[in-house]
């Protein structure tokens, strides 16, 4: 959710550094930032509102520091203003915090530091964390910091600075944090993102542990104070892969690399055989298949269920994962749970995981960050392939999902000793963008309406309920997604001459139906959208057709999603909004 950096070096001017790399986190969170450096026993704490840009502005890069910290934040306790703005010190000035996740059992604890005569100079719950290792003066750092993290109730990654070393102490629990080190600094961060420049390795902290770092040695331990060893990942392309080249926003650049990343991942997948471990014996018991995800990955798991049901002739349903775990799921080991989430951090949809692991579930990862905590906690990983994807609207990587999705419905259908249901290459024949200069026009009258609506049966339904999620996020344009069919059922009275309604159809054998929900909605003074790539017909009274490329239906809703993609980044950028940080919103999610 918030972004963090903590950094070593054995030259001055570290600040630089630190803001450099901070703005590549700026993604997961951008209400506010702040910095903390250290030098002769005293802090040096600097904060502003907004964009990394303000903080910038108010350091001097010549600096002679060799320790910080820093973190831009997205707001959960508190309010966005200077006060709430990490780091936070402790009341005696000897700690400094940065710290994303949530503590859940605050409230408690602020009344325990009362008792110590300690007050809160802030409304968050991080500044919790320096006020409880301010207590204890005489012991060993590292033993007060696991005594404190044993106090938490909820999820955490913390990074601490005390006065008098030129060292950080970390802990993480449920919220990722990772460690990188050469011979001239050692850097902390929230995302292995920011180590694509200067190092060969990194390390993922273990959840539940904590460290001491210094520039000469990375000391890990578990909650017992008992040393870790930990293995170094090797920094990858896909660290790498976050630079902006041409484009003014990464939304753009990220739809624009729709055909680039499914190509690369059909060759991925073709090269490397995923599915090894998904064979007969891996689904010989199962019963019913559960798909669990959140925001756009969820959607992905609606598509998902939708493609398993019809290919592979599994029960399967999709799930929210923040509904899930209240849900008394009836799960066991004669069901497959498969986790969808971009980020792999997802906190409801980890929690799932852990649930479904306990009651005996196979489980089934389907992420686009392979170091992610959802990847290393499934029995099974399928990669999406898509490359750092920067933007909050979620993009390619939705995109990536279904292809993902369809491979394995179509991978499980063969399980079952069925033919092929549809030739997925036919994907690598497509124009993805075909038509796309015409939504200029579209966005025109999506700004002249009041009421937006988004209706399709079956997948096409699954679309529109996408289309209206990334219209909402960057553009704040109050809108409607609901199946065709259940127009009549209530929403319908909506409908008016300030209406315009998408009609998303692809399936031939539901055209009519689709038609025959317009024909209400024109009755009503509505204006029609269809989005299609099938023939229609000419007598209709539809007041605007967008086609995109024909492909099999089955495939379709692969390439229906791009046209409405592209109308919800146009949109924002013509109401002067940034689209790939959209109000309220963060890209990772990684409290409750």
Same mark, same amino acid.
């Given at each position: 959710?918030? /972004?963090?950096?903590?950094?070593?070096?054995?030259?001055?001017?570290?600040?630089?550094?630190?803001?450099?790399?901070?703005? &590549?986190?700026?993604?997961?969170?951008?209400? !506010?930032?702040?910095?903390?450096?250290?030098?002769? =026993?005293?802090?040096?704490?600097?904060?502003?509102?907004?964009?990394?840009?303000?903080?910038?502005?108010?350091?001097?890069?010549? =600096?002679?520091? %060799?320790? @910080?910290?820093?973190?831009?934040?997205?707001?959960?306790?508190?309010?966005?203003?200077? &006060?709430? %703005?990490?780091?936070?010190?402790?009341?005696?000035?000897?700690?400094?915090?940065?710290?994303?996740?949530?503590?859940?059992?605050?409230?408690?604890?602020?009344?325990?530091?009362?008792?110590?005569?300690?007050?809160?100079?802030?409304?968050?719950?991080?500044?919790?964390?320096?006020?409880?290792?301010?207590?204890?003066?005489?012991?060993?750092?590292?033993?007060?910091?696991?005594?404190?993290?044993?106090?938490?109730?909820? !999820?955490?990654?913390?990074?601490?600075?005390?006065?008098?070393?030129? #060292?950080?102490?970390?802990?993480?629990?449920?919220?990722?944090?990772?460690?990188?080190?050469?011979?001239?600094?050692?850097?902390?961060?929230?995302?292995?993102?920011?180590?694509?420049?200067?190092?060969?390795?990194?390390?993922?902290?273990?959840?539940?542990?904590? +460290?001491?770092?210094?520039?000469?040695?990375?000391?890990?331990?578990?909650?017992?104070?008992?040393?870790?060893?930990?293995?170094?990942?090797?920094? /990858?392309?896909?660290?790498?892969?976050?630079?902006?080249?041409?484009?003014?926003? *990464?939304?753009?650049?990220?739809?624009?690399?729709?055909?680039?990343?499914?190509?690369?991942?059909?060759?991925?997948?073709?090269?490397?055989?995923?599915?090894?471990?998904? =064979?007969?014996?891996?689904? &010989?018991?199962?019963?019913?298949?559960?798909?669990?995800?959140?925001?756009?990955?969820?959607?992905?798991?609606?598509? @998902?269920?939708?493609?398993?049901?019809?290919?592979?002739?599994?029960?399967?349903?999709?799930?929210?994962?923040?509904?899930?775990? *209240?849900?008394?799921?009836?799960?066991?080991?004669?069901?497959?749970?498969?986790?969808?989430?971009?980020?792999?951090?997802?906190?409801? %949809?980890?929690?799932?995981?852990?649930?479904?692991?306990?009651?005996?579930?196979?489980?089934?990862?389907?992420?686009?960050?392979?170091?992610?905590?959802?990847?290393?906690?499934?029995?099974?990983?399928?990669?999406?392939?898509?490359?750092?994807?920067?933007?909050?609207?979620?993009?390619?990587? *939705?995109?990536?999902?279904?292809?993902?999705?369809?491979?394995?419905?179509?991978?499980?259908?063969?399980?079952?000793?069925?033919?092929?249901?549809?030739?997925?290459?036919?994907?690598?024949?497509?124009?993805?963008?075909?038509?796309?200069?015409?939504?200029?026009?579209? %966005?025109?009258?999506?700004?002249?309406?009041?009421?937006?609506?988004?209706?399709?049966?079956?997948?096409?339904?699954?679309?529109?309920?996408? #289309? /209206?999620?990334?219209? &909402?996020?960057?553009?704040?344009?109050?809108?409607?997604?609901?199946?065709?069919?259940?127009?009549?059922?209530?929403?319908?009275?909506?409908?008016?001459?300030?209406?315009?309604?998408?009609?998303? +159809?692809?399936?031939?054998?539901?055209?009519?139906?689709?038609?025959?929900?317009?024909?209400?909605?024109?009755?009503?003074?509505?204006?029609?959208?269809?989005?299609?790539?099938?023939?229609?017909?000419?007598?209709?009274?539809?007041?605007?057709? *967008?086609?995109? =490329?024909?492909?099999?239906?089955?495939?379709?809703?692969?390439?229906?999603?791009?046209?409405?993609?592209?109308?919800?980044?146009?949109?924002?950028?013509?109401?002067?909004?940034?689209?790939?940080?959209?109000?309220?919103?963060?890209?990772?999610?990684?409290?409750?």
């Amino acid at each position: 959710m918030c /972004g963090i950096i903590g950094y070593l070096s054995t030259s001055p001017g570290v600040s630089k550094k630190i803001i450099h790399n901070l703005k &590549k986190l700026e993604y997961r969170g951008y209400d !506010s930032s702040g910095i903390c450096l250290l030098k002769n =026993d005293k802090f040096f704490v600097k904060k502003s509102i907004g964009e990394i840009k303000n903080l910038q502005k108010k350091l001097n890069f010549n =600096d002679d520091y %060799t320790c @910080g910290i820093a973190h831009t934040r997205w707001a959960t306790h508190g309010k966005v203003n200077l &006060k709430n %703005t990490h780091p936070h010190l402790s009341q005696d000035k000897t700690w400094a915090v940065v710290h994303n996740g949530i503590i859940e059992n605050f409230l408690e604890l602020t009344e325990y530091l009362k008792s110590q005569n300690i007050s809160l100079s802030s409304e968050t719950d991080s500044e919790i964390i320096p006020q409880l290792m301010s207590i204890n003066k005489n012991i060993d750092n590292i033993e007060k910091l696991r005594n404190v993290t044993c106090m938490l109730r909820g !999820s955490y990654a913390i990074c601490l600075l005390h006065k008098n070393e030129q #060292a950080i102490y970390i802990a993480r629990r449920h919220s990722p944090l990772y460690i990188a080190q050469n011979k001239n600094s050692t850097m902390i961060s929230s995302d292995p993102v920011t180590f694509g420049e200067d190092y060969e390795y990194y390390y993922a902290l273990p959840d539940d542990c904590l +460290a001491k770092v210094d520039l000469k040695d990375i000391s890990v331990y578990d909650s017992n104070l008992k040393k870790v060893n930990i293995k170094p990942c090797e920094v /990858g392309s896909f660290e790498k892969s976050a630079e902006l080249g041409k484009y003014p926003y *990464y939304a753009e650049k990220e739809i624009n690399e729709i055909p680039k990343i499914i190509d690369g991942l059909m060759l991925n997948y073709n090269n490397v055989d995923h599915f090894k471990n998904i =064979d007969k014996e891996f689904i &010989k018991n199962i019963k019913k298949i559960k798909l669990i995800g959140c925001g756009t990955a969820y959607h992905a798991c609606f598509m @998902g269920a939708k493609f398993i049901q019809k290919d592979a002739e599994i029960e399967a349903h999709a799930e929210i994962a923040s509904e899930f775990r *209240y849900s008394n799921p009836l799960i066991d080991q004669e069901t497959l749970c498969i986790f969808l989430s971009q980020s792999g951090e997802t906190a409801d %949809t980890l929690l799932s995981l852990e649930l479904a692991k306990k009651m005996g579930a196979k489980t089934i990862a389907i992420v686009n960050v392979p170091y992610s905590s959802i990847a290393r906690e499934s029995d099974i990983v399928l990669p999406l392939c898509a490359g750092m994807e920067i933007a909050v609207m979620s993009t390619k990587a *939705y995109n990536a999902m279904l292809v993902v999705l369809k491979l394995l419905s179509e991978h499980l259908r063969k399980l079952n000793g069925k033919p092929m249901n549809v030739d997925i290459s036919e994907l690598q024949n497509v124009d993805y963008f075909k038509n796309i200069d015409k939504i200029d026009e579209i %966005t025109d009258l999506v700004l002249k309406h009041e009421k937006i609506f988004f209706i399709g049966r079956a997948e096409d339904y699954v679309t529109a309920l996408e #289309a /209206g999620l990334k219209l &909402k996020e960057i553009t704040y344009i109050n809108c409607i997604s609901i199946p065709s069919g259940e127009l009549k059922h209530g929403t319908l009275s909506l409908v008016d001459m300030k209406s315009l309604v998408f009609v998303i +159809a692809t399936d031939q054998t539901l055209l009519a139906k689709n038609l025959s929900s317009a024909s209400e909605i024109k009755a009503r003074g509505g204006k029609i959208i269809l989005v299609t790539n099938l023939d229609v017909p000419c007598d209709m009274d539809i007041d605007y057709i *967008y086609k995109f =490329d024909k492909i099999d239906s089955s495939l379709s809703s692969i390439l229906s999603v791009i046209p409405f993609q592209m109308l919800s980044y146009k949109t924002c950028v013509k109401l002067g909004y940034s689209p790939d940080k959209p109000r309220n919103l963060a890209k990772s999610v990684t409290v409750e």
